[in-house]
T-cell receptor, first 114, second 114 residues
């Protein structure tokens, strides 16, 4: 069964530290996305990628970097973590041309920055 | 920019009650509209979509009709069950881009009591 797997599932980080969130998909999809979810708010797009070795900025990219070393893997990097980046982060994938914008999400990573 | 507004932040019902969650959108182009559902500890799951005016989307007893005139896509279910308790997100995606980006509403927490 196709899947999007995120690791770690939860993480506690210190302010100013570096955090890397990882995502692996077995969907064979071209597009991958990182969304952020805050309590009581919807999901907001941070970065996305449609091909390996290339990433694009989403709606709220400040303070985040992304890396797509292969079709299957997509990472989100917080170089200097801040308190305001405490949130749940979701990775998703989408097949180009098919599924008509249907995104397949991972289970999420809960990040707490202290 | 594009936006989605869900009127109800929380809805509490009893089993067999009728459900309505209101969703209104604002978009620069002609969007596709979606409903996603998120169960505790999981990522959002695609429920259904509609691509054009007057089209009805449906799945698992839930349905919504695309109304371009009132810019709405309200979610309805005739008889809810306890297992329907979850967070429901309305979202839009524009046809004229190929990013697959979705813009989400803030979500509605549905609690169904037995």
């Amino acid at each position: 069964e196709a899947a999007v797997t995120q690791s770690p599932r939860s993480k506690v980080a210190v302010t100013g530290g570096k955090v890397t969130l990882s995502c692996h998909q077995t969907n064979n999809h071209d597009y991958m996305y990182w969304y952020r979810q805050d309590t009581g708010h919807g999901l907001r797009l941070i970065h996305y990628s449609y091909v390996a070795d290339s990433t694009e900025k989403g709606d709220i990219p400040d303070g985040y970097k992304a890396s797509r070393p292969s079709q299957e893997n997509f990472s989100l990097i917080l170089e200097l973590a801040s308190l305001s980046q405490t949130a749940v982060y979701f990775c998703a994938s989408r097949d180009w041309g098919a599924s008509q914008n249907t995104l397949y999400f991972g289970a999420g990573t809960r990040l707490s920055v202290l | 920019g594009d936006s989605v507004t869900q009127t109800e932040g929380q809805v509490a019902l009893s089993e067999e009650d009728f459900l309505t969650i209101h969703c209104n959108y604002s978009a620069s182009g002609y969007p596709a509209l979606f409903w996603y559902v998120q169960y505790p500890g999981e990522g959002p799951q695609f429920l259904f979509r509609a691509s054009r005016d007057k089209e009805k989307g449906s799945s698992r007893g839930f349905e919504a009709t695309y109304d371009k005139g009132t810019t709405s896509f309200h979610l309805r279910k005739a008889s809810v069950q306890e297992s329907d308790s979850a967070v429901y997100y309305c979202a839009l995606g524009l046809h004229n881009t190929n990013t697959g980006k979705l813009t989400f509403g803030d979500g509605t927490v549905l609690t169904v009591k037995p």
